[in-house]
């Protein structure tokens, strides 16, 4: 805790702002968080510093027991906007000098949200594409604008999808429509059946961000982080086999009932009240946690 900020208000970090809600609360940390993107006169579009400062906030923000929750969004006051893409009007490098060192930025950013172990509803609060789109996909909950125009458009720019969306993407919304997007490059309104299965909620535009707000206020008042994240990597790191599921299922049902969370999340159902779970993966996580092979995706330089 010594190494976390009082408040995260006060945190500066290039091109993005960290904010508390509700912002009128009496204690300086609340249990939810909103990262925004910071660069509005840009259309948010992303810079390796602001790569480097949504990494270095999730880092933060995970590690902390008082973050129970995280709003992504954009700080576009007119909601048209939530991330353009890489910013081509800055020179764009590669990381490394040959093709084994070279790591994409949208893939450092999307494996350090999807390693995040709070919950991160996605408030896309405008049009989004490329690794404006791509780095929302590991996000649980995605909430975007009816007016918002989302595009996969890599082929356009002669270039491959990045960010972990040849997994990601294909997984949420199926094979068939991520090759239909990825195949024409082409810009589709948010409501297009292409998109069925992307978005969670699709509202008006000033209506994105209240309800990712609403969204992400019931998780942290009404779930267990621990037991949210271990089913979050269940569904994403899924065994092979129905036998095998039920294996893993058994194992970790076996450390979560027997945790302080279970514990606290049955008496609260039984007494009618809010639950107060406290467990933090840090601290408390199964231990068959975790299951899979862990990769060190750094370059070898």
């Known amino acids: 805790m010594s ?16 904010s508390h809600h509700p912002a009128s609360s009496p204690t300086p940390t609340t249990p939810v968080v909103i990262l925004a993107l910071g660069r509005p006169t840009s259309r948010n579009a992303l810079t390796e510093s602001m790569a480097s400062s949504v990494v270095c906030a999730y880092a933060l923000l995970s590690a902390d027991p008082r ?19 890489m910013d081509l009007h800055q020179p764009v490098r590669l990381q490394g000098t040959t093709r084994d060192e070279h790591r994409d930025t949208g893939g450092v950013v999307a494996l350090a949200m999807h390693n995040c172990t709070k919950p991160i509803v996605a408030a896309i609060n405008g049009s989004a594409v490329g690794v404006g789109i791509t780095m929302t996909l590991p996000a649980s909950v995605r909430v975007v604008s009816r007016a918002a125009k989302v595009g996969f458009v ?10 972990c969306s040849s997994l990601c993407l294909p997984r949420l919304i199926g094979a068939g429509p991520a090759l239909h997007l990825v195949t024409t490059g082409a810009v589709y309104p948010a409501e297009s059946p292409l998109l069925q299965n992307l978005f969670s909620e699709i509202v008006e535009p000033e209506q994105v961000l209240s309800r990712a707000l609403a969204i992400a206020e019931d998780i942290a008042t009404n779930v267990s982080t621990v037991a949210v994240r271990v089913m979050r ?46 467990e933090t993966m840090e601290k408390d996580s199964p231990s068959a946690y975790p299951w899979w092979e862990e990769i060190d995706v750094r370059a070898k330089i």
Do not use: W
Request: glycine share 6%; aromatic share 8%; hydrophobic share 35%.
């Open 3 to 18: 190494d976390l900020p009082t408040s995260y208000n006060t945190l500066i970090l290039p091109q993005v702002r960290l």
């Open 67 to 85: 973050v129970k929750c995280i709003v992504l969004t954009s700080s576009d006051p007119e909601n048209r906007t939530f991330c353009a893409g």
């Open 154 to 163: 890599f082929g356009r720019r002669g270039f491959n999808m990045e960010a």
């Open 233 to 278: 990597d269940m569904i994403l790191r899924s065994p092979e086999s129905p036998e095998e599921a039920h294996l893993l299922e058994s194992k970790i049902f076996f450390d979560l009932f027997n945790g302080k969370d279970s514990k606290e999340g049955m008496e609260s159902s039984m007494q009618k009240r809010a639950p107060h779970f406290e």
